[in-house]
T-cell receptor, first 111, second 115 residues
Framework: LAKTTQPISMDSYEGQEVNITCSHNNIATNDYITWYQQFPSQGPRFIIQGYKTKVTNEVASLFIPADRKSSTLSLPRVSLSDTAVYYCLVGGNSGNTPLVFGKGTRLSVIA | DTGVSQDPRHKITKRGQNVTFRCDPISEHNRLYWYRQTLGQGPEFLTYFQNEAQLEKSRLLSDRFSAERPKGSFSTLEIQRTEQGDSAMYLC?????????????FGPGTRLTVL
């Protein structure tokens, strides 16, 4: 499975847009890119999944360049409640294969 | 509440004791996963089921660990002769195995402390 590299931590002020970049140089042709969010003492929660170009939902956007060796999760206008750990995963379709998590990025949103 | 539930939420045990955790997935989901998470790390895959069949086990799942899903609904994870290194959060997730399905739904976890 492709290994991912993402920043250990990030800080942001409320109302700002936050972009978290993940590197996955060895991504395979049939791999998806998926992001999960985890609050303390809770299980992870699916945010978004994509294969190429751009995906947007009500929570976030995912930007994937043509070579797919990296991806960027974009959170618009973050609030204090977005403080969490964000995991970038690369592998099979997130819904039907075991997930391989790294250490994630700890995002702290400051008032 | 129609989400994934886990019981108990917390378990404290002495080294050498056996413990069993239960996971109730979302009712129509046919895939069920177990993960383990230690402090500061992401969850690590342990095993998963499709209906009642156990399809894959991680090398992390030593002989002291056993998981079952007898009727394809709820699942249990048993740890025999617990060790201090077993202290962790045990997470259960479920999903509906569809070609376009892209999400695993996680429960709140069972936090195990082995003294």
């Amino acid at each position: 499975l492709a290994k991912t590299t993402q920043p250990i931590s990030m800080d942001s002020y409320e109302g700002q847009e936050v972009n978290i970049t993940c590197s996955h140089n060895n991504i395979a042709t049939n791999d998806y890119i998926t992001w999960y969010q985890q609050f303390p003492s809770q299980g992870p929660r699916f945010i978004i999944q994509g294969y190429k170009t751009k995906v947007t939902n009500e929570v976030a956007s995912l930007f994937i360049p043509a070579d797919r060796k990296s991806s960027t999760l974009s959170l618009p206008r973050v609030s204090l409640s977005d403080t969490a750990v964000y995991y970038c995963l690369v592998g099979g379709n997130s819904g039907n294969t075991p997930l391989v998590f790294g250490k994630g990025t700890r995002l702290s949103v400051i008032a | 509440d129609t989400g994934v539930s886990q019981d108990p939420r917390h378990k404290i045990t002495k080294r050498g004791q056996n413990v069993t955790f239960r996971c109730d997935p979302i009712s129509e989901h046919n895939r069920l996963y177990w993960y383990r998470q230690t402090l500061g790390q992401g969850p690590e895959f342990l095993t998963y089921f499709q209906n009642e069949a156990q399809l894959e086990k991680s090398r992390l799942l030593s002989d002291r660990f056993s998981a079952e899903r007898p009727k394809g609904s709820f699942s249990t994870l048993e740890i025999q002769r617990t060790e201090q290194g077993d202290s962790a959060m045990y997470l259960c997730a479920s999903s509906l195995d569809l070609r376009e399905g892209n999400e695993q739904f996680f429960g709140p976890g069972t936090r195990l402390t082995v003294l």
